[in-house]
């Protein structure tokens, strides 16, 4: 079993930062496996940024030059900087890690932007 659990949402105006880290715990195998997910009112999830082979890394074009992943390996950590906010970033952001054949989901964070 893998449990995620995700903080550092809030309320911040447009162009303003947050970061949200999320904390790993249990069968955990490599942080590779991780990554930000995002659901806003009346859309469907979408991928936000992740871990790719080796140390590379994935982001929507949306949130591309603005939000950065990263990690901390000894704490099981994932973070998820986000920069220049903007009205549309609105949404639940959700941590994710997966292993073949099975989705984990933290229960996510609330990050609002308002112009």
């Known amino acids: 079993q893998v449990q995620l659990v995700e903080s550092g949402g809030g309320l911040v105006q447009a162009g303003g930062s947050l970061r949200l880290s999320c904390a790993a715990s249990?069968?955990?195998?490599?942080?590779?496996?991780m990554g930000w997910y995002r659901q806003a009112p009346g859309k469907q999830r979408e991928q936000v940024a992740s871990?790719?082979?080796?140390?590379?890394?994935n982001y929507a074009d949306s949130v591309k030059g603005r939000f950065t992943i990263s990690r901390d390996n000894a704490k099981n950590t994932v973070f998820l900087q986000m920069d220049s906010l903007k009205p549309e970033d609105t949404a639940v952001y959700y941590c994710?890690?997966?292993?073949?054949?099975?989705?984990?989901w933290g229960q996510g964070t609330q990050v609002t932007v308002s112009s």
């Open positions: 994710n890690y997966k292993v073949p054949f099975r989705d984990y």
């Open positions: 871990f790719t082979r080796g140390s590379n890394t």
């Open positions: 249990g069968s955990v195998l490599s942080l590779n496996a």
